[in-house]
């Protein structure tokens, strides 16, 4: 790493810092502004070998280092210029910050010499991210390097996890610093909070004597570790446990005591007390009201952010703590004051009644167009249990939350909790470079990644497939292809008596698209094409891209059946006198 006269360029320095994180991959568009950085990476590759991922939008990028740090669960290293990229870059970085994803954005800035007093610009162009992020500075000076690599990447890992972002002044990396040597910090994280014990006999007392309680988790939960813990409270107390978002998995959805809350939801309004562990109260959760819950249930919430306590609902046990520390310290005092595991956990399924029959009588037509069930039902046959699945799209998520089950944890993605379309390409790409780097340090065979996605999302960040081909990445996608933003369409048509304005996008080809990158591409129009074209894609020794052409007018029935509707926009409070939620949806 060092010369002869004990230096190290900039580029180095940063290298030896981001080595201590154990990443083996980054995520980074080509140009001057890294050079020096990925030079470092590439000459020091017999002691820590490094997978450049090329990307080909800054938001595609930064995407990517979310989807690998979601993945793995470590940290994700973007790479971008600021006065060129930034701009670009905003969404992908609002998107990972909102999934409370650990991402490290090394952003090269102007030197300040080169700003000017008057400009269009801000004498800091990291002022267009700071309001979106944890944390962003820009290094004041070369011999600081390191220093602020360890600051940006401690904010992104502690507390709840985000989007730090350190500004590079350009240039910086070709500079020679000192490396003499020097005693290197730990580095240790801040300990996570533990429940107060007062909190922790509360919540005990409420569940122990529950006749129906309900646990409801999301990303925290998974962010803290808390899978073997969760797994053993409901396989010990029998209770239900519906995931939301990355909170999916933990408890393997076997539709007896682990569910997804989109499809499951229908039966919270019959829970009496309600474990909230790491998942915030929004609009996907019903904000906690009525009617998506009962008004006089019991909720305790458990968050390690005291900022998402309360977010809308009164609650009985708030605890800030650590989720997983939470877990642990139930299980104990479930035991300790002999609570008893629930006789009967099937009010869940009992509730679900109408929609799973309903979903049950739907798309198993054998004839043309495809049903997008038939994408879901024939991909569930094949899927590995520890296989990553990422959803994008509207009507094709809502579809996929109806029959997709996730068994393991950190196998699930989607654009939730922001809500941007197409960003499940990216989240892939980087999802299934993590899969290649555990492939390598592990020796066992590379994990498929697989995107399911809309045809109007993947035209968002298609480029990426790109990267997707020269990194070798195990990556199938799969298009529902209804040849238009179906959501929109369909909600015009119920709107306008039949009527829609544009929304047609038409069946392309966009198997053509990953072909003409070098993955291998097929359109399929036969329902009875789809399992020999997926028993192709898993074999593939490149990534693949599914073109399936399916029904334009599938999604009318989500529209006019609320049982088929896993996600509910109708229940925001400001409507809740006069919509609300049917008891079948």
Known sequence: MSNQNNKLT??????????????????????????????????DS????????????????????????????????????????????????????????????????????????????????LDMVKPYVKWARTVPSVDRLEEYIHAGAKQALSGRPGVAVVGIPNGWQARVV?????????????????????????????????????VVLGAGAMLSGAGAALRKLASTYRWPVLANGMGRGLVPEDMTLGFNWPLAQVAAKDADVVLVIGCRLTQRIGFGLPPRFAKNAKFIQ????????????????????????????????????????????????????????????????????IHPFRIGRELMKV?????????DGADMQNWMYAVHRIRRERCFMDHYPFGYMGSGTPLAMGAATAMKEEAAKTGKPVRPTVLVTGDGAFGFHCAEWNGAVMAGLRLIGIISNDGGWGTEKHGHIKAF????????????????????????????EQPGDIAPALKMAFAADRPVILNVITDPMAGLARKNDPRLQTIAFEDLVSSLKIHYTPEVA
């Open 10 to 43: 900039g580029g180095q320095a940063i290298n030896r810092a981001l080595q201590r994180y154990g990443v083996n991959s980054c995520f980074a568009l080509a140009g001057t502004a890294h050079a020096h950085l990925l030079h470092a990476m590439a000459q």
């Open 383 to 391: 899927m590995p249990e520890d296989g990553i699945y990422v959803g």
């Open 178 to 214: 000192d490396a003499a040597e020097r005693v290197e910090a730990p580095l240790t994280l801040p300990g996570n909070p533990a429940p107060a014990p007062e909190a922790i006999a509360a919540a005990a007392d409420l569940l122990a004597n529950a006749k129906r309680p309900m």
């Open 497 to 524: 008596g039949g009527q829609h304005f544009n929304c047609e996008l038409g069946h392309c080809d966009y198997q053509l698209i990953g072909e003409a990158f070098g993955a291998i591409g097929r359109r399929i």
């Open 46 to 125: 017999a002691r820590h070998p490094w997978t450049i991922f090329s990307g080909r939008h800054e938001s595609g990028t930064v995407g990517a280092a979310d989807g690998y740090a979601r993945a793995s669960g470590k940290l994700g290293v973007a790479m971008i210029g600021v006065e060129h990229g930034i701009a670009n870059a905003v969404t992908g970085i609002c998107v990972a910050n909102a999934a409370c994803s650990p991402v490290l954005v090394l952003a090269t800035t102007e030197t300040p010499s080169q700003i000017e007093a008057v400009s269009d610009r801000s004498n800091d162009l």
């Open 302 to 369: 458990v968050d390690v952010d005291a900022g998402e306590l309360r977010r809308n609902r009164d609650i009985d046990v708030a605890v800030v703590a650590d989720a997983r520390r939470m877990v642990e310290a139930l299980l104990t005092e479930l035991d300790r004051v002999g609570a008893k595991p629930l006789a009967d956990p099937s009010w869940v399924n009992d509730a679900m009644g109408p929609r799973l029959t309903r979903i049950a009588e739907v798309g198993h037509s054998d004839a043309a167009p």
